[in-house]
T-cell receptor, first 109, second 115 residues
Framework: AQRVTQPEKLLSVFKGAPVELKCNYS??????LFWYVQYSRQRLQLLLR??SRESIKGFTADLNKGETSFHLKKPFAQEEDSAMYYC???????????FGTGTRLQVFP | ETGVTQSPTHLIKTRGQQVTLRCSSQSGHNTVSWYQQALGQGPQFIFQ???????GRGNFPPRFSGLQFPNYSSELNVNALELDDSALYLCASSYGQGAGRTEAFFGQGTRLTVV
């Protein structure tokens, strides 16, 4: 079955602390993995994708095919990082997305 | 370049009624996907339209139907509304097909409440 699991509903950290949002997936084949973010009162937007291998707003995510994980990391959290984060996969870019249930990140001053 | 826009932003319907939600895709995009996001859940894929034809469907009953128009805007229709249909409905657009398709850009959503 195709599935994305985000085990944490809520992650609370203080500003400057490291952050790791966990994502595990189940998929037969080689999917594309994404992290989407939704800031308060804003639309869902793409944060990063594994094929780009880039760092956006200080966030990185490495695809570990052996562990079927795609954890999102940032070494020093900022208050403006507070948002809802969704991990998602698709067979191809722009194809249907399978989302996890999301993790709310709260960064306290 | 205009983004994905959805209308209305909110609406309330009675159980058993029918509803139509609308989506204008981002300029130049020819693929539209619809998602349902229940409270506390991630978005769930309903279906996708590419060049006016359905191009994939999720695990939703036939009372969920859609259309895509020549200008690539789209409608989501839900018949015989049930209380569990209450959710945020998201539209996403992208360009292309297969491996060449661009990333999906999302609208702000329509909040449907069924009473």
């Amino acid at each position: 079955a195709q599935r994305v699991t985000q085990p944490e509903k809520l992650l609370s950290v203080f500003k400057g602390a490291p952050v790791e949002l966990k994502c595990n997936y189940s998929y037969s084949g080689s999917p594309e993995l994404f992290w989407y973010v939704q800031y308060s009162r804003q639309r869902l937007q793409l944060l990063l994708r594994h094929i780009s291998r880039e760092s956006i707003k200080g966030f990185t995510a490495d695809l570990n095919k052996g562990e079927t994980s795609f954890h999102l990391k940032k070494p020093f959290a900022q208050e403006e990082d507070s948002a809802m984060y969704y991990c998602a996969l698709s067979a191809l870019s722009g194809d249907k997305l399978i989302f996890g249930t999301g993790t709310r990140l709260q960064v306290f001053p | 370049e205009t983004g994905v826009t959805q209308s209305p932003t909110h609406l309330i319907k009675t159980r058993g009624q029918q509803v139509t939600l609308r989506c204008s895709s981002q300029s130049g995009h020819n693929t539209v996907s619809w998602y349902q996001q229940a409270l506390g859940q991630g978005p769930q894929f309903i279906f996708q339209y590419y060049r006016e034809e359905e191009n994939g469907r999720g695990n939703f009953p036939p009372r969920f139907s859609g259309l895509q128009f020549p200008n690539y805007s789209s409608e989501l229709n839900v018949n015989a509304l049930e209380l569990d249909d209450s959710a945020l409905y998201l539209c996403a657009s992208s360009y292309g097909q297969g491996a060449g398709r661009t990333e999906a850009f999302f609208g702000q959503g329509t909040r449907l409440t069924v009473v």
